[in-house]
């Protein structure tokens, strides 16, 4: 791929496209959604408002690491809060589809569409990938950032049009071109976390505190696994329990289940051989969360398994 000719063209036609009018994003410091700010705010400077959008379901920190660095690149993010939002919209939820159903909505239609009446925004510049379209087509996931592809018209329903212009690359290529915009390593070789953040890896309902079991996990999992220069780690709290012993007390505890993958573009996955010592760490240090007594390690592929949970 000819990085160059790329991003010339992308800033050419989000150009075209927006105009004079104005232009909003949300920017969530992965990869994908940090590229499409660059190029949104070289295409279109002070006409494009890009908002990072604090749904309570981002790991530790990180909401405010992400708009410091923007700032740092001269880019100026919102942060908008909508934590009480989006935990209303998950409650008592267990489903793996309605609960992506719920993020989705509470995304798109209410937080968004409030920003974008506010600033009369008439364009989104969104960061979806060709992955995410082919999967979601083939009935294999619906991801939470796609609209068209599934049907909903998001001029009709939400007032604004969609420009994606990374939808012909995968994981593979964006990262090339995070590269050639000069994006700093923390962003270009940050690993992969979904849209609906968190929520993928709480199998059942997502709570206050369940989130806070599962973002504990994915920092240690993070801390641990940063070196071996895999694909993705994660974190992934069960909807179940297991009897264990802690402090000579029986207890009837939550399990973390580990996984850490080799994979190129998210298609197909396999397990990293992660030495037994460092797993053995990471099982302690996980097992001294509060309320967790067993870890396991999944050493599913993909496929049959998927990457997340849910
Ligand atoms: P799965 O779990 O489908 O994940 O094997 C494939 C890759 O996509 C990420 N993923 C998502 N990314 N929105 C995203 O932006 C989503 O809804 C979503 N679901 C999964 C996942 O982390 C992995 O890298």
Same mark, same amino acid.
């Given at each position: ?9 992308? /800033? ?11 232009? @909003? ?35 530790? =920190? ?13 880019? &100026? ?51 979806? /990938?060709?992955?995410? /379209? ?11 950032? @796609?609209?068209?592809? @599934? ?30 915009? =000069? ?7 940050? /690993? ?9 890896? @709480?199998? =059942? ?47 009837? =505890? ?20 992660? &030495? ?24 599913? &592929?993909? &496929? ?7």
């Amino acid at each position: 791929m000819d990085a160059q000719a790329f991003v010339k063209e992308q /800033i050419d036609d989000i150009k075209k496209s927006v105009g004079n009018g104005l232009a @909003i994003n949300a920017l969530s410091g992965g990869v994908d959604s940090s590229v499409v700010t660059v190029l949104g705010h070289r295409s279109l400077g002070s006409q494009l408002k890009t908002v990072f959008i604090d749904n309570n379901l981002m790991r530790k =920190g990180e909401p405010q690491r992400v708009v410091q660095l923007f700032s740092q690149m001269g880019i &100026p993010v919102d942060l908008v809060d909508s934590r009480a939002e989006f935990m209303k919209a998950l409650k008592g939820l267990t489903d793996p589809e309605e609960k992506r159903n719920a993020i989705t909505r509470t995304f798109y239609a209410t937080v968004f569409g409030r920003l974008v009446r506010e600033t009369g925004a008439k364009f989104l510049v969104h960061g979806t /990938i060709l992955t995410d /379209i082919e999967e979601t087509v083939a009935g294999i996931k619906r991801q939470h950032n @796609i609209l068209s592809q @599934i049907g909903i018209d998001p001029e009709k329903e939400y007032g604004y049009q969609v420009l994606e212009p990374l939808k012909t690359l995968r994981k593979d290529g964006v990262r090339e071109v995070a590269k050639f915009l =000069g994006l700093p390593s923390e962003i270009t070789a940050r /690993i992969p976390f979904p849209g609906p953040a968190l929520a993928t890896r @709480i199998v =059942g309902e997502v709570t206050e505190e369940r989130l806070a079991t599962v973002r504990e996990a994915t920092a240690i999992v993070e801390e641990e696994l940063g070196d071996t220069g895999a694909f993705q780690y994660l974190a992934v709290l069960l909807n179940d329990r297991a009897t264990g012993i802690v402090r000579g007390k029986r207890e009837f =505890g939550q399990i973390i289940v580990i996984r850490c993958l080799h994979s190129v573009d998210a298609r197909t996955a396999t397990p990293v051989e992660v &030495p037994w010592k460092k797993l053995a760490k990471i099982c302690e240090r996980i097992t001294a969360i509060k309320d967790v007594n067993r870890c396991l390690y999944d050493l599913t &592929p993909k &496929p049959p398994a998927t990457i997340e949970y849910i």
